[in-house]
């Protein structure tokens, strides 16, 4: 019997341990990992289907935000279980209402392509978020500035670490496209030491894979987590951030690198990073670029207009 319930905390390795079985029908399930920890995907937008106990599938349903203008709606394991799909589908729409609304298919997800556009979907005019970017794992030579060090977080660094984020990650700070306007500069990253020990309990986190950037005076410049899966050979590096004052320096793209090369170590054949290149926010995808990530489509984003 298929079941539906709210995001329970309970749910996140199971979910985790779903999206690795179904990729690349589903989200990395180490950004999948991240997503939950940080509170991104909560009881209150995400609902889960299971079916003789076990989750199946799940849906997401996010509200506008200033980069994406129009409902989100996330959906994976319809093919896998159409039954749940529909099922799913049918609640997330009922959430946003007559709002505009997006929907990100993935390639080979046929069940939700029939699924979106028996419920009046058509395909996008612009496929924003339905491409990613990937580089091959190969053991790559990185080359610092002088006096910086690329290395694994140390036990005992987590308050450095946690603050190393927050920096990176405050609004005000970030290089967002014009059309944003000016940020409060009062407003603060909402990564804590509490996320950031949900973080390191998910499935896929090696402290190995958590990387900092040590600067010349001993404090954290930069950090990001490599999700590797065994089980799909391939990485994620989500998030990944500069602290302001040492950008510009190649610090991400050197971290991007050395993502290939511990991937690589471990038999692994690709990296993958959550963003493609947008006019409007270009700075991500132009540093990527600069070493080899090329965007692949993963999808196609599906919309249907206000009613």
Request: hydrophobic share 35%; net charge negative; charged share 25%.
């Amino acid at each position: 019997m298929l079941e539906l319930h709210p995001l329970r905390v309970r749910d996140s390795r199971p979910l985790e341990l779903l999206a690795q079985r179904l990729w690349p029908l589903s989200p990395h399930p180490g950004g999948l990992g991240w997503q939950l920890a940080t509170g991104q995907l909560s009881s209150d937008n995400t609902l889960l289907a299971h079916r003789g106990g076990e989750p199946v599938a799940w849906a997401a349903a996010e509200e506008p935000n200033v980069l994406f203008p129009r409902s989100q709606i996330t959906l994976q394991g319809a093919s896998a279980d159409p039954g749940a799909g529909s099922a799913l589908l049918d609640r997330a729409m009922a959430r946003v209402g007559g709002a505009a609304v997006d929907l990100l298919v993935l390639d080979g997800d046929d069940e939700l392509r029939s699924l979106a556009e028996r419920t009046g979907f058509a395909v996008a005019e612009e496929n924003v978020f339905g491409e990613w970017m990937c580089r091959a794992a190969t053991e790559e030579d990185v080359v610092l500035p002088e006096g910086y060090r690329l290395r694994p977080v140390r036990e005992g660094e987590h308050e450095a670490r946690v603050e190393c984020h927050r920096t990176a990650w405050k609004p005000a700070d970030l290089p967002w496209p014009e059309r944003v306007g000016q940020v409060d500069p009062d407003l603060t990253s909402r990564f804590s030491r509490e996320r950031y020990d949900s973080t390191r309990a998910g499935l896929l986190y090696d402290r190995e894979l958590d990387l900092v950037v040590e600067a010349p005076d001993g404090s954290l410049a930069a950090c990001c987590v490599v999700w590797w899966d065994p089980r799909n050979r391939c990485s994620e590096i989500e998030p990944l951030g500069v602290v302001p004052e040492h950008r510009r320096k190649g610090l991400a793209s050197a971290m991007a690198l050395e993502a290939c090369t511990l991937t690589a170590r471990r038999g692994g054949d690709r990296v993958f990073i959550n963003t493609s290149p947008d006019e409007a926010y270009p700075t991500p995808a132009r540093t990527y670029a600069t070493v080899g990530y090329e965007t692949v489509e993963r999808g196609t984003v599906y919309t249907r207009p206000a009613r």
